[in-house]
Nanobody, 123 residues
Framework: QVQLVEAGGGLVRAGESLRLSCSAS????????MAWYRRAPGKERELVAK???????QYAEAVKGRFTFTRDNARKMGYLQMEDLTLEDTAVYYC?????????????????WGEGTLVVVSS
């Protein structure tokens, strides 16, 4: 069974840091793009950061300069380092990956989501 599992969420004060991790497991052949999304209370889900297989990154304006997305392809891991957190960063953070997995001799690509990890930033 192929799955993504996030970890690292928690309760922090404004100005502090957190590091989220995203672990992919199962019969995975390859991972293309990975991304972090978040859904704040009462708001739509939004893209936070994206990283390509070769490490090119994109960030939402709200997190540029504060968040850093890295990945370890050998370990099938993604990491979101979040600095100088603000109250507006409070949300459930979801990991996404474009996964290639073998089903017998057939390589299939599909979108995979984790179940999310909660980040709460207090004043």
């Amino acid at each position: 069974q192929v799955q993504l599992v996030e970890a690292g969420g928690g309760l922090v004060r404004a100005g502090e840091s957190l590091r989220l991790s995203c672990s992919a497991s199962g019969n995975i052949h390859s991972i293309n793009d990975m991304a972090w999304y978040r859904r704040a209370p009462g708001k739509e889900r939004e893209l936070v950061a994206k990283i390509t297989n070769d490490g090119n990154t994109q960030y939402a304006e709200a997190v540029k300069g504060r968040f850093t997305f890295t990945r370890d392809n050998a370990r099938k891991m993604g990491y979101l380092q979040m600095e100088d957190l603000t109250l507006e960063d409070t949300a459930v953070y979801y990991c996404y990956a474009d996964i290639g997995a073998l089903s017998g001799d057939i390589l299939r690509y599909f979108d995979l989501w984790g179940e999310g990890t909660l980040v709460v930033v207090s004043s």
